[in-house]
């Protein structure tokens, strides 16, 4: 990965399914929240 020219060492961690359903079935209502909100906001 390259950032400003320089080159950096990204190491991932593998995540089990499972977990990563559930951390994505908790941010998505968050997210799904923001975006209305914004959308509120622009009809303004």
């Given at each position: 990965?390259?950032?400003?020219?320089y080159k950096v060492r990204?190491?991932?961690q593998?995540?089990?399914e499972i977990e990563?359903?559930?951390k994505r079935e908790a941010v998505a209502p968050v997210i799904?929240?923001?975006l209305k909100r914004m959308?509120?906001?622009n009809k303004l």
């Amino acid at each position: 990965m390259m950032i400003k020219e320089y080159k950096v060492r990204v190491q991932y961690q593998h995540v089990k399914e499972i977990e990563k359903k559930t951390k994505r079935e908790a941010v998505a209502p968050v997210i799904l929240q923001e975006l209305k909100r914004m959308r509120e906001k622009n009809k303004l």
